[in-house]
């Protein structure tokens, strides 16, 4: 004879004020089975929980159900409570009925109305409960950090730092991602590759890391603690183990009309080339859509004048296998390309530069060696108009709903460096809200207004007009003067949105995390896991989770880095006991079940059975690895035979909760 | 030879003749007939700012459900083109708007946006094709720099008319490749004329038409091509400027060799 404890929570006002907790606890100690059921004002609180264990020891109780808020809240919670009762833990059921129930309803009597059949139903379920045991799977000692810009950087490096083995993989030539190609970093001014190169070459020395550039994740099977990776090393034509960095094929190339994505596309580099000065592995990377030996196979410069013999034209893409424990994504962001917002002309003039650009256009190793200059002209731009929220806030569908964050801040940087170095340029801002706060952010931006005299100017730029005599017609809207203005500009300067790497979505999907519709990683908890995405073992680190500038970066690496060492910490990981399980005797070996896996945890064997006849016969049954099985049940649901069911989820405990609930 | 249903529209029965008139005369050399429906009548253009909804649909409708059974129906003119695409738009996807204007109009089954709205810049671009187009050509515009305007109907909402990127669109230039001259990129080419405010603020009609033609002319345009009465009518006669502006089916026609005066 089953002995059910209820505990029906108030969770202060947030139950008790739309249901009547009295009398659900009332009803339910009317169930079948029911020995006790009682109220109390905080089920999660110390005293609560030990209402729970007490009446566990007191009653002798076999069952517990709990009708508080969701599980991914407390189950855990009242789990460990049964546990060090004495009770097993998975004999504990919750019934929502805060975020199912006294949330979304505002009448008291049918609200618990509700609360009560969701506690019958937790009670039918719990009915049918079995004891189940948590097995231990072992930790591979080793991570992965997809993405080698900043985030991927610092979170090798504090994994690596605490002992552990750490792969970077970049599907760059470098690593460095877009910090490298930033001239300046806000709010202090410091060159961005003056901090960023010796933690580049720190990673490359570093005995713990290694970086597989130009690679890209091709396929992840396995789970927490034991992810089977393969890694698509691409092929770049080099022997990465001869190149020396020298540089020299790179002058002797004779293909030299290659837009240089690392400039934005502002100048040109050769077929074969290094990505920069910096660059991390400084290795040459030959280009196939412009290399002339490989296009028709007539060149072969590069190799005459390599003394190291690196350059191998018969080089193919190489898969890599390695498996790992815990697998941090560090995917990181783009701006977008404005092309969308032909009103400001970025498309056909080239004087409209987005902000990247213009970073290339002042930095040092950029085009023009660090003067500014107009790109169609050459010539030097007495007047520059930045407009802010390219595409950011925006909604309609050209844009992006959410604020990219960084764009106020580098945007003053910008106008403050102009006018330090320029002072004769004139530099106006528009802007919708100026958004700055961090330390001694807010400081920066008065900076730029007050000491730098930046015309900042509330308000969106309407039309830009390029004129024959090549100067720019900005018309724009003065909202606090209430004014049209024109300004007779030289260079206008787009501060766009960014956007998650394009390469984010299709590795979301072999890592079966959640994005949000922007295509940003989702955290398991928006505040209190910030770092963690919800599937375990999988951790998120920079811009891959939303916008962010360098610091904010650096500080969720860190964190990303300290949860993926706590887990490479352990020896052994508890594996979930709800995991799928096919009865041999009815399975007929279909594959339906192995089709919808998601995790490839089903296989197939041929098996001997007793027929009723007594004679033997080989059936083909499927059979689930305890391990790999994740719980999702969609096997369960799959199968024409009933064969497939879940522990904890069963069929028939399914069918018990919908049957009280239709009662 | 396709045949596809045309409605020409009011405009193009009194003003803008020659939009009509070389649209048919290039279409036959194409290989399409257009073929225009009994009976027409106004596009609906001049009901849009009624304030019952459906009142702004039924006419559009009509002309709508007389090209059902074709391969299409073909417009000509902006505003035309404008009101009836978005009509066909809005209609197939709210089922309650259709449903009142089958009892408005007593339709024995409701009409819900099965034919195929095509302007005729659309016809040329994706049933002709432009490379073909460039085949027929006899009288290639050479060296001739021709700056398109599209002015605010064609392209826009975009949603409804889904025929280009009303921001950077494309679709006149390649017309304008195709019939062998050089499209002019300029940034007034998807503003306003300045529309019917011609009639109550001449000035403000002024204003916007000579920035068009200003801004198309300062980037180094000989002619400027249109699709839209208003905005010819706007252009010529209120923006001051001596640049030739066409309708850009007159410059088809004259590439066709079907023009008998060239001069013009």
Redesign the interface.
Known sequence: MQRIGVFVCHCGTNIAATVDVKAVAEALGHEAGVVISQDYQYMCSESGQDLVKNAIKEHNLTGVVVCSCSPRMHENTFRKAAASAGLNPYLVEIANIREQCSWIHKDIASATDKAIVLGKAAVAKVHLNAPLTAGESPVVKRALVIGGGIAGIQTALDIAEAGFEVDIVEKEPTIGGKMAQIDKTFPTLDCAACILTPKMVEAAQNEKITIHSFSEVADVKGFVGNFTVTIKKKARFVDETKCTGCGLCTEKCPMKKVPNEFNMGLDNRTAVYIPFAQAVPKVATIDPNYCLMLKNGKCGVCSKVCTAGAIDYKQTDKMIEQKYGAIVVATGFNPIKP?????F?Y??CPDVVTSLELERLMNAAGPNGGTLLRPSDKTHPHTIVFVQCVGSRCDD?KGKPYCSKICCMYTAKHAMLIREKYPDTEVYVFYIDVRTPGKNFDEFYRRAVEQYNVHYIKGMVG??????DGKI?VQASDLLANEQLHINADMVVLATAIEPDKTARPLATMLTTQMDTNDFFTEAHPKLRPVESATAGIFLSGACQGPKDIPETVAQASAAAAKAIGLLCKNSITCNPCVAHSDELMCNGCSACEKVCPYGAITYQDKEFRMPDRSTAIRRVASVNPAVCQGCGACTVACPSGAMDLNGFSNSQIMAEVDAICK | METFTYYPGCTLRTKAKDLDVYARKSAEALGIALVEPENWQCCGGTYTTATNEVATKLSAVRTLMAAKDSNGLVTVCSACHNVIKQTNYDISKNEAMANKVKRYLDLEEAYKGETTVYHYLELLRDVVGFDKLKEKVVNPFKGKKIAAYYGCLLLRPSKALAMDDPENPSIMEDFIKAIGGTPVIYAQRNECCGGYITLEDKAQAAKRSSAVMDSAQSMGADMIITACPLCLYNLKKNSGSDMPVYYFTELLAEALGLKEDNNE
């Open positions: 092309d969308k917002y032909d009103e002309a498309s056909y569908e039309k830009v007009t390029p004129k024959a017609d």
